[in-house]
């Protein structure tokens, strides 16, 4: 099955820097990679997903980049603010129905 | 448009006790997924259902079944409850369950504490 793994676990920021979490995924029939962010004591939250037939994918502050040949696609947070602060879940999935989550990256934005 | 709901919110149950989760889907959505979250483990993918039918099935004992009725809402039972079941148990659900289309949306989830 697949495989999907997320770096870093833990991540701190200052408030206005940007913050960046990687994801690898091992099957090459994955074609469909969403984020989640999960505040504490709440449901995940879609925040971004792109598929595979596009490269990147920007909304406002969040942008989130795909490459298919080294199989690993990344989330970007611009200009940081405190209410970022969360944990985010890569996730990916070759049917749409069945989907494998990295293990989540705490983010916090310190003012 | 209402959101994923589920029910109950939080339940407390011993050892070897069985529970059932519910979750009602956005209206209009028939595919329905059920996921476990733990501090250790992350979210991981127990099973999926799409009209009334188990597409889709993750890594977990026999002891954790599904079911979904016509209204699409779904049912999780969980069997001979033991310790390491204590989790939240989201479910998920989404138009069609077709990467092309669709966007997965999870309800607030059950907290479940085993003693």
């Known amino acids: 099955g697949e495989n999907v793994e997320q770096h870093p676990s833990t991540l701190s920021v200052q408030e206005g820097d940007s913050a960046v979490i990687k994801c690898t995924y091992s099957d090459s029939a994955s074609n469909y990679f969403p984020w989640y962010k999960q505040e504490l004591g709440k449901r995940p939250q879609l925040i971004i997903d792109?598929?595979?037939?596009?490269g990147e994918k920007k909304d406002q502050r969040i942008a989130v980049t795909l490459n298919k040949t080294a199989k690993h696609f990344s989330l970007h947070i611009t200009e940081t603010q405190p209410e970022d602060s969360a944990v985010y879940f890569c996730a990916a999935s070759r049917t749409g129905n069945q989907f494998y989550f990295g293990t989540g990256t705490s983010l916090t934005v310190i003012p | 448009k209402a959101g994923v709901t589920q029910t109950p919110r939080y339940l407390i149950k011993t050892r070897g006790q069985q529970v059932t989760l519910s979750c009602s889907p956005i209206s209009g959505h028939r595919s329905v997924s059920w996921y476990q979250q733990t501090p250790g483990q992350g979210l991981q993918f127990l099973f999926e259902?799409?009209?009334?039918?188990?597409?889709n099935k993750g890594n977990f004992p026999g002891r954790f079944s599904g079911r979904q009725f016509s209204n699409s809402r779904s049912e999780m039972n969980v069997s001979t409850l033991e310790l390491g079941d204590s989790a939240l148990y989201l479910c998920?659900?989404?138009?069609?369950?077709?990467?092309?289309?669709?966007?997965?949306?999870f309800g607030p989830g059950t907290r479940l504490t085993v003693l």
């Open positions: 998920a659900s989404s138009l069609l369950g077709r990467t092309i289309t669709d966007t997965q949306y």
């Open positions: 792109i598929r595979s037939n596009v």
């Open positions: 259902y799409f009209s009334e039918t188990q597409r």
